[in-house]
């Protein structure tokens, strides 16, 4: 089932291979007690007045968002979204503050915002970061004709476990009712499918309401606004349930680089042992079953007998059972 969605889309675009129907989707969680930090020597997108140029942002490696693999993004138009594809019929959307934001320096000929992206650490580990720094809202800037209200976010990508994290900064928000046109707050969300050009977008787009300070992940069509703005140090989390550890904190059990191609290396905490490695597809049927030696809890093996697709993970220890989900390309 599809929706129109009346709402006024800005992205960042995303394009690589489809995998299967619509994933289980995404758990989430939220912490408020981090640090925010902006980006140093960090590449800079808009090197001038930012309005409704499309920009090009290469993630750094493949990501799974729902069911497809994602390496390169596109900022499209003056909303902060991210769209998969530049096929504006057929795409998925990341949202991670919904409302029509603005350079502040609009009605100036000097830009005041900036829109850039880092990539951090080593191949199996990599994070890709890209930042909002000092974007006012068009609905203040109409009310007003000044940009007083302002703010600052980021979006983090993760290699190791395909996570996606919303981070919120500082930000002055006192035209409430102009900067977000009326509504509760913004809307944050992710969505498996959309057409940006006739406003559908598919009945499995996930959105969070509520209290921004407690929000709730809600399945719908209908959009799903937050109550209050989003204060700085606040990070919500959204885990990809093809990927994440079924019964084991990420600290304890991981799998990289995923999605695995010709090998894939476990990580298993403070296990030194032989164990029996079971590979089963999405139905549960058995496909593959070896031994492998842990040493200092890491153990590397091919996957070249392995076929294409969602699959799961069994480790079995002396003393234990470990399993997670992973994508075989």
């Known amino acids: 089932m599809k929706r129109k969605l009346h709402l006024t889309l800005l992205p960042l675009i995303i394009l690589v291979l489809r995998i299967s129907a619509y994933s289980q989707g995404y758990t989430f969680s939220m912490t ?7 980006l140093e020597n960090a590449t800079t997108v808009n090197n001038t007045m930012w309005g409704y140029e499309v920009y090009s942002i290469p993630i750094g490696f493949n990501i799974l968002f729902f069911d497809s693999y994602i390496d390169t993004l596109f900022v499209y138009e003056n909303h902060p979204w991210m769209l998969t594809s530049t096929d504006l019929e057929n795409t998925q959307a990341i949202n991670p ?15 005041e915002s900036r829109i850039s992206y880092k990539h951090l650490n080593l191949p199996g580990n990599r994070i890709c970061i890209i930042e909002w720094k000092n974007f006012g809202f068009d609905g203040d800037f109409w009310c007003y004709e000044v940009s007083t209200d302002y703010v600052n ?10 996570r996606i994290e919303y981070h919120y900064g500082p930000q002055h928000i006192t035209n409430f009712t ?16 959309m057409n940006f050009e006739e406003d559908l977008l598919s009945d499995s787009t996930l959105w969070l309401s509520g209290v921004y300070t407690n929000p709730v992940l809600n399945m719908s069509n209908d959009p799903g606004y937050l109550t209050g703005t989003i204060q700085d140090g606040t990070v919500y989390t959204f885990e990809n349930v093809l990927t994440s550890s079924e019964n084991v904190a990420k600290e304890v059990f991981k799998i990289f680089p995923n999605p695995v191609d010709d090998h894939a290396t476990l990580l298993l905490k403070d296990v030194d042992e032989l164990c029996n490695i079971e590979i089963y597809n999405v139905n549960g049927i058995p496909e593959i079953e070896f031994s492998s030696l842990f040493v200092d809890g890491s153990t590397t093996f091919s996957t070249a007998g392995i076929k294409p697709g969602i699959k799961l993970l069994k480790i079995r220890t002396a003393n234990n059972v470990y ?7």
Do not use: M
């Not at 102009?178 to 499918?193: A, D, H, K, R």
């Open 32 to 38: 408020n007690t981090q640090n925010f930090e902006y």
């Open 97 to 111: 503050f919904g409302t029509t934001l603005i350079d502040r320096g609009e009605g100036t000929s000097t830009s």
């Open 153 to 162: 976010f980021q979006i983090w990508l993760y290699e190791a476990d395909n």
């Open 178 to 193: 102009c900067s977000f046109w009326g509504e509760s707050g913004p809307f944050v969300s992710l969505i498996p499918w």
């Open 323 to 329: 399993s997670t989900r992973f994508i075989k390309i």
